[in-house]
């Protein structure tokens, strides 16, 4: 048996893709899979791709080998890499693709434990320039169901496949076999030869066609990389996408083990749409020939029917064209000048809409409720000058006020005192009737009858209400239901799961919840802030397919990127926001208190800024006496930004209750990845954590660990004597979450609503 020098080698074929190569090669080299090789083949690039790779072969000390040739395709690239490769095993993987960790050692383990099996693949996840899913592909379309029992047999570390799979394979859409995620054994190269050159697209698929006809083949069961889908290209992209797919199907129709039905239908749908893209560009004979071989490979209607259609340019002549512009109700009760964080999120959405064909009509209350946040005029700079918004009164709004609690009354009650008379009970039944479903249930009837007005003067397309408060879900409702339009629903926070929900009465209770279900359930889509909510809902009404919803969470918007001056010359925390417990500082106050008094230096550099909230604590009282804590009340946006892109780091403190159950993920997250700048502070287990990690940002510690926070604040503190910041941000895993990128995905879920398209 011929041994090798390496166990692996990892081709990665790049192709003007400067942007994405350092983040996927930061996602190999963190594997640690033996002894490993990775093969890069700069395929003729026109950018400053090369330059990017020669800065990757200084930064990562694993084995790199790097090869230059002219553009011939990622066939011709992937072979060159394999020729040049030495390892027993072979990988492969795109210059825009990321891997998970431990992948490549799940891989090579499988195929040692499994020497009858000859190449292994796996599950994957997709991501997309405007929209990102994390859940499994092949599992979540049910890949090994839809083979049958009788194609594979099951094994401790996974799955090996007969040769049904063969005969299967072009069975399931999309193709299970992805080259991210294949290894395979050099001995597969030896007996089936190198990828085709000769084609652009598919060859890849071609060449797994031929391995699966004289070699076993492995499954992993779990996600093991994430694919990178560009926006779709231009046309003529579009004709070579077609041509390039017959070309590789082509060759199934001769001396292979394969239903020659399934390949004939898949030769006429490629002719078809290849004729459907020359049709569009008026190349009206080439259509027509591609339209012939179409109903020749597989007859169809439809086939024969644009056989006989004039040219599309005397077609758009004839007939007038509808705008492609729909539009959108949204129905908020937060908005605009309202300085409530309940505003920002409807109002970066409309900001973008109109990018993705969506025009946006808002509305919205005209006197709000703010519990005290006032006014902020700079919000009202995001919203375009062609957006209308509609303004409604709250017919209850001149008797509301702010409800204290009485003197005695205990604090996780709401203000309900332990001595319960008649009257108690008749005042809480008054307030528990006035708050369903909120308190500001006075707005409901105005912004239906003006939503009414709205979707007939403006031929609205479909609705989208967003809370926090469910009066605006509510009116949305009401308003979809008699237009029979869609609704969309923005579910940020939990209705009756809220601390500030709560009834007095079971009854309203009830309430509240079933009209939460009803209009849940009722809804085409739903839209919410975190995958823990997602399946908080899921969880709680098992009747809502979890591919009715979408998570997308609030972000940043590089249109707020603060300019300033400098950094601060003192090592500056800053906290901005709410605290959600006032305990939820303390821990790391004391951590803080204990360092200046152990190192003189850090007492006379460092200075904590708290921004809106204020700890109520004796720690940190006693940091503000002697001047190491400050404290502002009211900061505009504006100000808060610019004064947290001067600081050394972003204070960050969330701790779970039954109040915050952590369905959400703070806003000051986001901040700080805008202004690129590292987190400290303690977090309670969960998705806020993951999101912090993942962004290369993190440096917070769980509660109770106050050996992690201090090492934290010291690492922090040593940059800042070094005159520099900590920066390890992951700008890949960042600009996913851009507001307008964000914004992206939302008007999916409005074209996915408006067209009905099934979860």
């Known amino acids: 048996m011929r041994s090798y020098d390496t166990k692996l080698s990892i081709v990665i074929p790049a192709y003007n893709c400067a942007e994405t190569i350092t983040h996927t090669m930061g996602s190999v080299c963190v594997a640690e899979a033996l002894s490993m090789e990775i093969i890069l083949i700069n395929d003729g690039s026109s950018d400053d791709t090369a330059k990017k790779i020669r800065s990757v072969q200084e930064m990562y000390e694993k084995k790199i080998k790097y090869i230059q040739q002219d553009n011939a395709g990622p066939g011709a690239a992937r072979n060159a890499g394999i020729l040049a490769s030495q390892g027993a095993y072979i990988a492969f993987l795109d210059a825009d693709d990321l891997l998970m960790p431990d992948s490549l050692i799940d891989r090579v383990r499988f195929l040692d434990e499994n020497p009858d099996v000859d190449l292994v693949f796996s599950d994957y996840a997709v991501q997309s320039d405007t929209s990102q899913d994390t859940d499994s592909v092949l599992e979540k379309k049910r890949l090994l169901s839809v083979l049958g029992k009788e194609t594979h047999e099951q094994r401790n570390t996974g799955v090996v496949f007969n040769d049904q799979f063969y005969k299967k394979y072009l069975d399931f859409v999309p193709y299970p076999i992805w080259t991210g995620t294949v290894m395979m054994r050099r001995a597969v190269v030896e007996k089936t030869g190198l990828f085709r050159t000769d084609v652009y697209v598919g060859e890849d698929r071609d060449y797994w066609m031929r ?100 040219p599309r340019r005397w077609c758009t002549t004839i007939f007038s064209t509808k705008s492609k512009v729909k539009t959108v109700l949204c129905v908020s009760y937060f908005f605009p000048p309202c300085a409530n964080t309940g505003a920002i999120r409807p109002a970066k959405f409309v900001k973008y809409l109109s990018a993705y064909g969506w025009k946006p009509v808002v509305l919205t209350c005209e006197r709000f409720y703010d519990f005290g946040s006032g006014t902020n005029l700079e919000l009202c700079g995001d919203i375009p000058p062609s957006t209308r918004v509609y303004r409604t009164s709250d017919i209850f709004s001149w008797k509301r006020r702010r409800v204290k609690p009485r003197a005695g009354a205990t604090g996780k009650n709401g203000g309900i005192t ?224 610019t004064i947290l892109a001067r600081a050394h780091a972003a204070l960050v403190f969330f701790r779970k209750s039954r109040e915050m159950p952590g369905l959400m993920t703070p806003s000051k997250i986001f901040d700080a990845m805008l202004c690129r700048k590292p987190i400290l502070g303690q977090m309670s287990e969960g998705e806020e954590q993951e999101v912090v990690r993942a962004s290369g940002l993190g440096k917070v510690a769980g509660y109770g660990e106050k050996t992690t926070v201090k090492k934290s604040i010291l690492d922090a503190f040593a940059a800042f004597r070094q005159g520099t910041v900590l920066d390890g941000a992951r700008e890949g895993y960042i600009r996913q979450y851009e507001r307008r990128v964000l914004t992206g995905r939302l008007a999916e879920v409005l074209c996915q609503a408006v067209k009905g398209e099934r979860t």
Not at 264 to 288: C, D, M, P, T
Not at 435 to 459: E, F, K, M, N, Y
Not at 502 to 523: C, D, G, N, P, V
Request: include cysteine.
């Open 211 to 310: 391995v699966l006809e004289n070699h076993r083949v492995g499954y992993l069961p779990r996600v093991t990389a994430i694919y990178h889908i560009h926006a779709a290209g231009i046309t003529q992209e579009k004709i070579r996408y077609h041509r390039n797919r017959i070309k590789t199907f082509k060759p199934l129709l001769v001396g292979r083990r394969i239903d020659l039905r399934k390949v004939k239908k898949i030769i006429g749908s490629e002719y078809f749409f290849l004729a459907y893209e020359h049709y569009r560009q008026n190349q009206y004979l080439v259509a027509k020939k591609s339209f012939l071989q179409s109903f020749r490979y597989r007859p169809h209607w439809r086939s024969l029917l644009y056989l006989f259609l004039p």
């Open 418 to 641: 332990k001595r319960v008379t008649w009257y108690s009970r008749m005042k809480h039944f008054y307030r528990d009737l006035r708050s369903v479903p909120d308190v500001v249930q006075g707005w409901i009837v105005p912004a239906v009858l003006t939503g009414l007005r709205i979707c007939r003067r403006h031929r609205v397309a479909a609705v989208f209400a967003t809370t926090p408060f469910p009066s605006s879900l509510v009116a949305g409702y009401v308003i979809a239901r008699i237009r029979r339009l869609p609704l969309i629903v923005d579910y940020r926070n939990p209705w009756n799961s809220s601390y500030w929900a709560r009834k007095h009465f079971s009854f309203f209770q009830a309430l509240t919840r079933r009209l939460e279900k009803m209009i849940l359930e009722y809804a085409a889509r739903m839209v919410v802030v975190s995958r823990a909510l997602k399946q908080d809902i899921v969880r709680s009404y098992p009747a809502i397919a979890p591919g009715k919803i979408t998570v997308i969470p609030n972000g940043y918007d590089l249109d707020n990127v603060p300019s300033h001056e400098g950094l601060f010359p003192k090592f500056t925390l800053v906290h901005a926001g709410h605290l959600y417990h006032e305990e939820d500082s303390r821990e790391f106050l004391e951590v803080v208190n204990e360092l200046c008094r152990e190192d003189p230096e850090f007492q006379r550099s460092v200075q904590l800024v708290f921004l809106g909230a204020k700890p109520q604590s004796e720690v940190f009282t006693a940091l503000e006496v002697r001047g190491i804590a400050r404290h502002r009340k009211r900061v505009p946006r504006g100000e808060c930004l």
